[in-house]
């Protein structure tokens, strides 16, 4: 593995993380977990783009890892290495917009 995918991992991973705990932060300091403060959570612009950008780095991450996971071991179980790649992508690229869509 190069060091570019190296290093977008570990950004990309950072980047989840740091979204988890954000939530997890603005859901207690928010009183719990009621409807309106999903619905004031969700109707935020900073929820929704930083949401957004997650949600594309984690994409990207898993077709990534797809790939990496492809080269490893798709030749030991005799699967298409391209068919699982695009396996990946294909599963990544519909996580991607369905979250889109319940985003926007």
Known sequence: MGVNEWIFQRVSNLLIIAFGLW?????????????EALAGLLGSTVFRVWAMVTLLF??????????????????????NHGLMVWGTAIVSAAYVVIGAMLLF
Do not use: C, P, R
């Open 58 to 79: 984690a994409g990207l991450n898993s077709v990534l890892a797809g790939w990496q996971i492809a080269g490893d071991y798709a030749e030991k179980f005799g699967i």
């Open 23 to 35: 939530l997890i932060a603005t859901v207690i300091s928010s009183g719990g977990f009621t409807q």
